[in-house]
Nanobody, 123 residues
Framework: QVQLVESGGGLVQAGDSLRLSCAAS????????MGWFRQAPGKDREFVGM????????YFADSVKGRFTISRDNAKNTVYLQMNSLKPQDTAVYYC????????????????WGQGTQVTVSS
């Protein structure tokens, strides 16, 4: 069982940066691909990006590519989403998720989810 807790959300202006953190419980953190997803009001949850278990591979949605990065510290059981050049359309609840031994952008491939953290970008 893995428990995920996101933090770092807030209200920022367009063009600002924000870093989200996701702390995980458990002793096998490096065996999980960690993904970030988001859900805006009235919209489906969408994939943002993911990082492989040992952190060597990342992959991003086109909508955030070049602006967002993901990193992880397996010693601290934590994954980070660095968001730069934020836009109003980035406003959403952001979720981190853990996928055991699968490297996939599909939400259905993720086994554990955090409760989400709100990011609001004003214009």
């Amino acid at each position: 069982q893995v428990q995920l807790v996101e933090s770092g959300g807030g209200l920022v202006q367009a063009g600002d940066s924000l870093r989200l953190s996701c702390a995980a419980s458990g002793r096998t953190f490096s065996t999980y691909t960690m993904g970030w997803f988001r859900q805006a009001p009235g919209k489906d949850r969408e994939f943002v990006g993911m990082i492989s278990g040992r952190g060597g591979i990342t992959y991003f949605a086109d909508s955030v590519k070049g602006r967002f990065t993901i990193s992880r510290d397996n010693a601290k059981n934590t994954v980070y989403l660095q968001m730069n050049s934020l836009k109003p359309q980035d406003t959403a609840v952001y979720y981190c998720a853990a996928s055991y031994r699968k490297y996939s952008p599909k939400a259905s491939d993720y086994d554990y989810w955090g409760q989400g953290t709100q990011v609001t970008v004003s214009s």
